[in-house]
């Protein structure tokens, strides 16, 4: 009788949207605690700074809405278009663009250690990520710029671009790529699983419309401090979910791409705690 050859393992199936999402929702349930630490540690203050910017910019808007004079109302119109784009301005460029892809590096190292059997406690997942806080900025700084001026200009571009720079933190943190050469990585990824990469996108744009909704609905919008932070505050603890997404499709990414292993993420991981 003969031997037939071994056939050739095929590989493990394309992950879809919904199971990603069930994954980083268990993980997040598993994890709750540390992962809520590691968000609130700078999201937190960095919402209360903001937070406050956007009442001392958008004030005067509230003020000449609520003016009995129609003509102090029409007269103002375009100080009130040019300090409600300031405040996109800030709120993008701020929040968006620097604190949460920091939040976002910070969640893929204690992603990419969960993933491995680790528990890394929120101390070392900052620490870690400390340690290529340079490149890191390197990349985020000049995206957060390019997302808040596309943002500005017709909005389109500022989404298009958000998108494209998606990957940038993992590809920071896990591949110890920074500057253009980063931002050129995750343009890269995101047009190899484009599909992918907008629907999580897109869920996340849901769940931080859910948290403004709850914001507006319990909080008057003339409280532009308190109705700001609350929604930051609410989009905080959903968060994790969208983001723990994005960096599992970003293993799942460079697993077809690139036949990345759980031994790869493993030489990355500490690479990252010897850099």
Same mark, same amino acid.
């Given at each position: 009788?003969?031997?037939?050859?071994?056939?050739?393992?095929?590989?493990?199936?394309?992950?879809?949207?919904?199971?990603?999402?069930?994954?980083?929702?268990? %993980?997040?349930?598993?994890?709750?605690?540390?992962?809520?630490?590691?968000?609130?540690?700078?999201?937190?203050?960095?919402?209360?700074?903001?937070?406050?910017?956007?009442? @001392?910019?958008?004030?005067?808007?509230?003020?000449? @809405?609520?003016?009995?004079?129609?003509?102090?109302?029409?007269?103002?119109?375009?100080?009130?278009?040019?300090?409600?784009?300031?405040?996109?301005?800030?709120?993008?460029?701020?929040?968006?663009?620097?604190?949460?892809?920091?939040?976002?590096?910070?969640?893929?190292?204690?992603?990419?250690?969960?993933?491995?059997?680790?528990?890394?406690?929120? #101390?070392?997942?900052?620490?870690?990520?400390?340690?290529?806080?340079?490149?890191?900025?390197?990349?985020?700084?000049?995206?957060? %710029?390019? +997302? @808040?001026?596309?943002?500005?200009?017709?909005?389109?571009?500022?989404?298009?671009? &958000? %998108?494209?720079? @998606?990957?940038?933190?993992?590809? +920071?943190?896990?591949?110890?790529?920074? &500057?253009?050469?980063?931002?050129?990585?995750?343009?890269?990824?995101?047009?190899?699983?484009?599909? #992918?990469?907008?629907?999580?996108?897109? +869920?996340?744009?849901? %769940?931080? &419309?859910?948290?403004?909704?709850?914001?507006?609905?319990?909080?008057?919008?003339?409280?532009?401090?308190?109705?700001?932070?609350? &929604?930051?505050?609410?989009?905080?603890?959903?968060?994790?979910?969208?983001?723990?997404?994005?960096?599992?499709?970003?293993?799942? +990414?460079?697993?077809?791409?690139?036949?990345?292993?759980?031994?790869?993420?493993?030489?990355?991981?500490?690479?990252?705690?010897?850099?």
């Amino acid at each position: 009788m003969s031997e037939t050859p071994d056939s050739p393992v095929s590989p493990a199936p394309e992950k879809g949207v919904a199971d990603i999402l069930a994954e980083a929702f268990q %993980l997040y349930r598993t994890h709750a605690k540390p992962l809520l630490v590691t968000c609130a540690l700078l999201f937190v203050p960095a919402s209360i700074i903001k937070s406050l910017a956007l009442a @001392a910019i958008l004030g005067p808007t509230v003020a000449l @809405a609520s003016a009995a004079d129609p003509t102090a109302v029409l007269a103002g119109g375009l100080s009130v278009y040019l300090f409600g784009l300031l405040g996109t301005l800030v709120t993008a460029f701020f929040l968006y663009g620097i604190i949460v892809p920091l939040t976002n590096g910070a969640l893929t190292i204690s992603v990419a250690d969960r993933v491995l059997g680790g528990n890394a406690e929120w #101390r070392e997942v900052w620490m870690l990520l400390f340690r290529r806080l340079g490149k890191l900025l390197s990349a985020v700084i000049p995206a957060a %710029l390019l +997302v @808040a001026l596309g943002f500005v200009f017709f909005f389109i571009p500022g989404l298009v671009l &958000g %998108l494209l720079f @998606a990957f940038v933190s993992p590809v +920071v943190l896990i591949e110890g790529i920074g &500057g253009r050469a980063a931002l050129e990585r995750s343009v890269a990824l995101v047009r190899s699983d484009w599909l #992918r990469v907008t629907l999580l996108v897109l +869920v996340f744009g849901v %769940l931080r &419309g859910v948290a403004q909704l709850l914001a507006s609905a319990l909080i008057p919008s003339s409280a532009i401090f308190a109705s700001s932070l609350f &929604g930051d505050l609410i989009t905080m603890v959903l968060l994790p979910v969208p983001v723990l997404g994005m960096v599992l499709l970003y293993f799942d +990414v460079r697993r077809k791409r690139d036949s990345f292993t759980p031994d790869n993420l493993r030489a990355d991981l500490d690479a990252l705690k010897g850099a």
